[in-house]
């Protein structure tokens, strides 16, 4: 007498257990990050460098850093395409469950969505001083 599996035990157990896995694993990097990074600010590490160069003068020109948030867009969004491609593989069985949740999945990623192009348009966050 086990415990009887549907076929969506597995699957909910598979996503779970990524999803536990992935925020773990990023909860130990920030504080990995944060043990390990000095204490105290340094005057040079907020300076610009030109290839490595530690600073002599005015910099040759400045890059804006705001297509950042277009990368924060595509490291959150292709996963969970990732996600909704193997939902679909499953669709036929339960057309209900898929659709609860593929909203589910599309509910996840609208605010980091709506956080980057807020971002990407705010030029005052990308450019220099």
């Known amino acids: 007498m086990g ?14 257990l990524g999803l536990i896995l992935g925020l773990g694993i990023g ?4 504080l990995l990050g944060k043990i390990i990074s ?4 340094f005057p040079r590490k907020r ?3 030109e290839c490595a160069n530690p600073p002599r003068g005015r910099a040759r020109g400045l890059l804006m850093m705001q297509y950042y948030p277009y990368l924060i867009l595509f490291l959150t969004v292709e996963p969970i395409m990732i996600y909704s491609f193997l939902l679909l593989l499953e669709a036929h069985g339960s057309p209900v469950f898929i ?14 969505l709506l956080f980057g192009l807020h971002s990407a348009r705010r030029l005052e966050l990308w450019s220099a001083p």
């Open 3 to 16: 415990i009887s599996a549907t076929p969506w035990s597995d699957v909910v157990i598979t996503f779970s």
């Open 47 to 49: 300076e610009r460098y």
């Open 27 to 30: 909860i130990i990097g920030i």
């Open 38 to 41: 000095p204490f105290r600010e």
């Open 99 to 112: 659709a609860l949740l593929f909203l589910g999945i599309l509910g996840i990623m609208i605010p980091p």
